[in-house]
């Protein structure tokens, strides 16, 4: 796909934001926007499109999960996965959620919100969720949150990875494995977890369900430092801290 000019994406947006600007609601409340490319040249064969379409869409909305405790609850899949070394695992691809939509169904029988991939090599090391980052967060007051490769490169993970620094907080990117994860959860080692994303913001992790069992990270709720960027980039986000990196871009 060809890289589209930053002028014409950010028109496109500002124009669509000003004609739905009054859907937006109050409070909580967003305005949803998602960008998106496909191909649509007239040929019948196998190879890439040498044209394609750019749309914006925009809805308004709510709260991403409907949970009525203030964290989520996750499946670890260990037969389905994500993507792969080499595949498209590190692009927006539409291709990528609907490989994520057996494990999620898996997920939501076993009573979780969301599902959580380990790598496709080894199903071992925890990758991230359905359709978000993860971060966790240690009695040292570290935090590790996965290398990039096969992972999505999501802009909030970015943001909070910069927020992180702005505060001092050391922060790893490495490999964690799952059995860690339990262990570290079980002696008090990990304290919190959070998923992150466009829609989700910052989204407490509480309880990680497996075929083998299950464990609680910390009180089973949100955390003090998943609250504090949270707040941190939301506060950004909604005009009510100083923009110190020049993420807001206003729409007039």
Not at 49 to 66: P, T
Not at 106 to 116: F, K, L, N, P, S
Not at 158 to 174: P, Q
Not at 195 to 215: H, K, L, M
Request: some cysteine; hydrophobic content about 40%.
């Amino acid at each position: 796909m060809p890289v589209l000019p930053e002028k014409l994406f950010l028109e496109a947006v500002d124009q669509l934001v000003n004609i739905d600007r009054d859907w937006i609601p109050g409070g909580d409340g967003s305005l949803y926007i998602r960008p998106f490319m496909f191909a649509n040249e007239t040929f019948l064969g196998v190879k890439p499109s040498s044209d394609y379409l750019f749309i914006v869409i925009a809805s308004s909305v709510g709260a991403y999960f409907k949970s009525a405790t203030d964290a989520v609850s996750v499946w670890v899949s260990q037969e389905y996965t994500r993507a792969a070394p080499g595949g498209t695992g590190a692009a927006k691809c539409g291709g990528n959620y609907a490989a994520s939509l057996l494990a999620q169904a898996e997920a939501t029988r076993h009573g979780c919100d969301q599902v959580v991939f380990l790598d496709a090599a080894e199903r071992r090391w925890v990758e991230e969720l359905g359709g978000m980052n993860i971060f966790f967060v240690f009695n040292d007051g570290s935090m590790l949150t996965p290398p990039l490769g096969t992972i999505l490169p999501g802009i909030t993970r970015s943001s909070l990875m910069t927020l992180t620094k702005d505060k001092g907080i050391a922060l790893r990117e490495e490999r964690y494995s799952f059995d860690q994860w339990r262990a570290d959860a079980g002696s008090g080692r990990l304290r919190e977890a959070f998923a992150c994303g466009t829609a989700a913001v910052v989204t407490p992790i509480g309880t990680v369900r497996a075929p083998d069992g299950e464990f609680k990270i910390g009180n089973g709720g949100s955390g003090t430092r998943t609250d504090e960027l949270k707040k941190a980039l939301v506060d950004i986000q909604r005009g009510h801290a100083a923009d110190r990196h020049n993420w807001i871009h206003r729409v007039f």
